[in-house]
Structures are given as structure tokens and as C-alpha cells.
């Protein structure tokens, strides 16, 4: 939501009354954060990269415990998640709440909304949870959690505040595909056939920081917020389809209850980040040009760069009622696209590869997701 800027939200690990087991939760002490993260394992899983191999049919069955299909289905969305987290990781370092000085990064997504940086932190953590998650549930079924630690070869920001580590997905060179934003303002359905235009073109551009030069001049910074406002609106928009298109496929109850819950956090993320990127490209932040890019985030209020301007009217942050099921029933406010070919697995990565994160990863990584994708977009609801 839009509010009056105040201070940054001042976290738990500086109140005095807080336990100690409350200042250990993840949830109460968030500059915590990468003790946390660290502690959450995802980095520390066990399995080497065999373990990302397909697993026979047979074991599986044996296993008597998930089927073939629930568990490729667990086993690409503990892949997806922990994609999302090594790039929130990658956000929350340096975007993420903290108290004290706010670095430039931080105060530009505080002109988005003042709590923009405590949203960056918990979706962090949220997916960070999710595959820590999904990793200790495949494992107490018996069957193999996913562990992408070999694949974390790709350089950082070298800015204050970022890890010094490598990481999975890279965030300085994207392509976002805006057409989500336009989609979502629109009553047709990519389902049905529909196809939607650039919101606002982001090519080759970066969503971080690259190191500290990268945080100024101000409308610089603000313009690689605002980059990654739209970016954190379509990883989430692919993790809302991406699980609507995965339920359908669940055979155990336990599994479907699995995928819906955790779909629907990233339904919450999405709708959040909805509104986060429309604050980009309305007054007070908008319309500003980036001096260094040239990029320019126009007033969509009073500029719009589509017509009927309610395609892309920042105010409309919930799902517009669209075509659903079939062109004879009413328009219904859904989640969409719903289907494999568009927000299934194989989708996803096709997406997430278009999107530029994966610039400078390994085939070798790239057809292991792929594989994964097909299997889990093989799974059927028996
Ligand atoms: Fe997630
Ligand atoms: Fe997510």
C-alpha cells in the first residue's frame, strides 16, 4: 500500500524484551537474516549433484510413500524455490531491512513503499523456507531433496552489504518481461490464446546494484529499484502460476495441500510486489530518466504508454476478471495463466532462462532443471 513514508520498521533482535528462542525465530529477528539463511540449510543439503538425477520408477514405488509423479512435482518446486531464494538472497542483502543508515539501494525501494525493505527481507525468507521445506518433506518420504550447491558459481555484487559468495542466478543482466503487468489488468486469458504487450520495456539492465558506484546518482538507483520492482512481480507471478498449474496434478491429498499452501504465499507475494511496481511509475517517484541507462519510468497515470489506459493503471493491483474455463461462463477474478504450456514447469524455466538469470550458468545446470521440468509437467493426477 501507499502511505506516508515513515522510518523503516526497527526489527526484534533490539527488543529488550525479546527471548532468546524469539531472537533465534527467523520471524521476529530479521537483521538477523543471514545467520538465519545460513541456518535453514539450503546451502547445506547433503546430496551431490547425482542426486539431481531422474529417479527410477522402481525405487520410487518401492518407497511405497509418494508417487512417481508427486515427487517430480516436489522435487522442481524445491528446484524453483531454491532459485527464488538465491536471487532474494540476492535482494535482501543489499534492499533488505536493516536499522541504522540506509543505503541508496534501500531508500529507493523505501519511495515505493516505506515498508519495501521489511517485504524484501520476509519474502526472502519465505522462500527460503518454502525449500528448506519441500527438501525436508522429500526426505522424510524417502525420496531425494535437491541440492543446487555445485551450480553456485556465478559472481555477485560487489557493493557493501552483499556476501561475498556465488551465487545461482544472476540479476545484473535481465530482460524482465513486463507483460504480466498488463496481463493482470486485462479480462483476456493467456489460456484462451491471448497474448499481452510490454508494460514497460527492461532489456539488458540490471535489478542490483553492481557494486557501490551503482548507488547514485538517485534517479540511477531509483530506476534499478524500480527494475526490480517489475522483476520481483514476475518471479512471483511464475511462482503463482507455476503452483496453480502444479495442484492440478498432485495424487495425495498431503502433496495437493503441500502445493496450494505454499501457492498461496506466492499468490501473497505476487499481489504485494503488484503494487510495489505501480508506485514506480506514478507520482512522486515517476516520471524520472536514468541518467547513466537512459531508462525512463514514465507517470503511467498521466502518461499511459497503452491504450485503454486501464490496461496498465497502477491503482488496479488485484487480478481483473477474465475469461475462465470457457467464453460462455461470466469473467472471473483467477490466477492465469493455469495451464503447462504457459505457467507449468517446462514454462517456468523457460521464463526464468528468457528472463537472463541464468546468464553464465552451465549446460550442465540448464538441462537438469529442464529434465526436472519435464517430469514434474509428466505428472498426472491419478
Ligand atoms: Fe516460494
Ligand atoms: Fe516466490
Request: hydrophobic residues 40%; negative net charge.
Amino acid at each position: 500500500m501507499k502511505k506516508e513514508m515513515r522510518p523503516p520498521t526497527v526489527v526484534a533482535e533490539t527488543t529488550p524484551s525479546a527471548t532468546r528462542a524469539e531472537l533465534d525465530s527467523p520471524f521476529t529477528g530479521v537483521t538477523r537474516r543471514r545467520s538465519f539463511l545460513k541456518g535453514l540449510g539450503v546451502a547445506g543439503a547433503s546430496l551431490t549433484a547425482g542426486a539431481l538425477l531422474p529417479i527410477p520408477v522402481k525405487a520410487q514405488e518401492n518407497s511405497g510413500r509418494l508417487t512417481r509423479g508427486d515427487a517430480a512435482i516436489l522435487r522442481f518446486l524445491a528446484a524453483a524455490e531454491i532459485i527464488e531464494s538465491d536471487l532474494w538472497l540476492q535482494y535482501a542483502e543489499l534492499g533488505g531491512v536493516t536499522s541504522g543508515t540506509q543505503n541508496p539501494y534501500q531508500l529507493a525501494f523505501q519511495q515505493l513503499d516505506p515498508d519495501g525493505s521489511q517485504y524484501i527481507s520476509s519474502n526472502t525468507i519465505d522462500e527460503m523456507s518454502h525449500a528448506a521445506f519441500l527438501n525436508a518433506y522429500l526426505k522424510s518420504k524417502g525420496a531425494q531433496p535437491v541440492n543446487f550447491d555445485k551450480f553456485r558459481t556465478l559472481p555477485g555484487s560487489t557493493a557493501t552489504g552483499a556476501q561475498k559468495i556465488k551465487r545461482l542466478t544472476n540479476l545484473t543482466q535481465l530482460t524482465v518481461d513486463t507483460s504480466w503487468y498488463v496481463r493482470y489488468r486485462s479480462q483476456k486469458n493467456p489460456d484462451f490464446g491471448a497474448t499481452f504487450p510490454q508494460a514497460i520495456v527492461l532489456e539488458d539492465v540490471t535489478a542490483i546494484p553492481r557494486n557501490n558506484a551503482d548507488l547514485g546518482p538517485g534517479d540511477h538507483i531509483q530506476a534499478i529499484a524500480n527494475t526490480a520492482a517489475f522483476h520481483f512481480a514476475f518471479i512471483e507471478q511464475g511462482g503463482s502460476s507455476l503452483y496453480s498449474a502444479m495442484v492440478q496434478k498432485a495424487h495425495s491429498v498431503e502433496v495437493l495441500r503441500i502445493v496450494v499452501s505454499i501457492g498461496g504465499d506466492e499468490v501473497a507475494h505476487f499481489l504485494e510486489w503488484v503494487d510495489f511496481a505501480g508506485n514506480g511509475v506514478q507520482v512522486p517517484v515517476a516520471p524520472f530518466t536514468d541518467p547513466i541507462s537512459g531508462l525512463t519510468f514514465p507517470d503511467f497515470f498521466n502518461n499511459p504508454p497503452l491504450q485503454p489506459a486501464n490496461l496498465v493503471q497502477p491503482s488496479l493491483i488485484f487480478p481483473v476478471p477474465c475469461e475462465f474455463i470457457s467464453p460462455n461462463l461470466p469473467h472471473v477474478a483467477i490466477i492465469r495463466p493455469l495451464t503447462d504450456k504457459f505457467g507449468g514447469a517446462v514454462a517456468t524455466i523457460k521464463s526464468f532462462t528468457a528472463d537472463g538469470l541464468f546468464i553464465g550458468q552451465s549446460q550442465q545446470f540448464l538441462k537438469t532443471l529442464q529434465t526436472m521440468a519435464a517430469e514434474a509437467d509428466a505428472a498426472v493426477r491419478l
